[in-house]
Each structure stands twice: as C-alpha cells, then as structure tokens.
T-cell receptor, first 114, second 110 residues
Framework: DAGVIQSPRHEVTEMGQEVTLRCKPI?????LFWYRQTMMRGLELLIY????????DSGMPEDRFSAKMPNASFSTLKIQPSEPRDSAVYFC????????????FGPGTRLLVL | SQQGEEDPQALSIQEGENATMNCSYK?????LQWYRQNSGRGLVHLIL?????REKHSGRLRVTLDTSKKSSSLLITASRAADTASYFC??????????FGQGTILTVHP
C-alpha cells in the first residue's frame, strides 16, 4: 500500500494567490483528516470527513479555507486568498472504522506564503 | 485547545539510556495514542492504549495509562540515535476526533 499521498510536497506562493492542496487517502479508509502544524500552535485539526461527508469543520480558521471530498479517494484543501500567516505544514491523515483509532499521516505539504 | 500536554518539552540523552515522556490530559477518554514525527515527515503511529488498560508494550516501547490522574507515560528503553524525533500523545476528545499535544523533542546522542 502506498500510504496517504499528498501533493504538492512544497508550495511557495505570493499573498493573495489561491492555493490547492491535494490528498489521496489509503484505500478503504472512510475517515479523512486535514491538519495544520506550526511552531506556535502545534498540530491543529482543521476538518475531517467520514464517508466523504464533512463532519466537523470547526477548526477551519476562516472562510478563506475550504475543503472538499468529491469521492473516497480524493480530497482538496483550498486557501483563497492566501496570506503569510497561512504558512505552515499541512497534513492529511486517514483512518478506518472509528476516527479515534490509528491515523495514518501523509508526508505533508510545506506551504510558504510570501 | 490542546487536550494533551507533554512533559518535558525537550529531552536529551545518550544512546543506550532510557527515555521517559509524560502526557497529561483534561477530559475523559476512550483511548490515548502516541505518535512519532521525524524532522520534516508526517506523524507515525506508535501505540494505542485504551482507557481500560493500564500498561502496554511494543518492542522497546512501554506505555502506561493512569485514568485517575489523567496521565500517560511513554518509555523508550535502550534508546538509539534513530529514536531522535518528536513524540506526541493524542486523545480522543470526542467521536471521530483526536487532539494532539505539543510534543516532546527527543535527542539521542550516539
């Protein structure tokens, strides 16, 4: 199994640009999570899906952030417009059965907004 | 808000020594997990302990859970340079959601 796949691995963009991060969960996993990691705030849960349906988006910082999961094998996290404070590492994770069980993390996307 | 809080924030030891990290949490849980993160990588699951368990072993890892004190500890025995990483505890705050602590940075010197 390839594990959770994220793209791109690195993204450098200018303030105001749209950024789209992509994730492919492990096949058969019905929970998908988006996290953001910064030195100041640690690892924060942004949103999670169960069977492609958003369950909890209370961690999404602002309306500039949106996430979709059109099918069981693909999810996107979009930031529009991006700001320098969005610079962070964004992780996607997936799990099976119940969301509190083991989560499998992707390698992350390192985003830098100039 | 962070549910789990790790202690210490940083730990530096020599190869062969044991490393102990602690985690405290605030609300009742169903399970507690420990993850490792190597620099620049995603988190990797190490071990899960359920609320009705007191101790669990996996290789050189030993995890304890004290629900009365709302605390857990992770012991790595006979540490190796390859154990150098950040270690996070995570608790299931509510259904379908994990909350991670700030992590302990472990450095093992060869």
């Amino acid at each position: 199994d390839a594990g959770v796949i994220q793209s791109p691995r690195h993204e450098v963009t200018e303030m105001g640009q749209e950024v789209t991060l992509r994730c492919k969960p492990i096949s058969g996993h019905d929970y998908l999570f988006w996290y953001r990691q910064t030195m100041m705030r640690g690892l924060e849960l942004l949103i999670y899906f169960n069977n492609n349906v958003p369950i909890d988006d209370s961690g999404m910082p602002e309306d500039r952030f949106s996430a979709k999961m059109p099918n069981a094998s693909f999810s996107t996290l979009k930031i529009q417009p991006s700001e320098p404070r969005d610079s962070a590492v964004y992780f996607c994770a997936s799990s099976t059965l119940r969301g509190q069980e083991t989560q499998y993390f992707g390698p992350g996307t390192r985003l830098l907004v100039l | 808000s962070q549910q789990g809080e790790e202690d210490p924030q940083a730990l530096s030891i020599q190869e062969g020594e044991n490393a102990t990290m602690n985690c405290s949490y605030k609300t009742s849980i169903n399970n507690l997990q420990w993850y490792r993160q190597n620099s620049g990588r995603g988190l990797v699951h190490l071990i899960l302990i359920r609320s009705n368990e007191r101790e669990k072993h996996s290789g050189r890892l030993r995890v304890t859970l004290d629900t009365s004190k709302k605390s857990s500890s992770l012991l790595i025995t006979a540490s190796r340079a390859a154990d150098t990483a950040s270690y996070f505890c995570a608790t299931d705050e509510r259904y379908g959601k994990l909350t991670f602590g700030q992590g302990t940075i472990l450095t093992v010197h060869p």
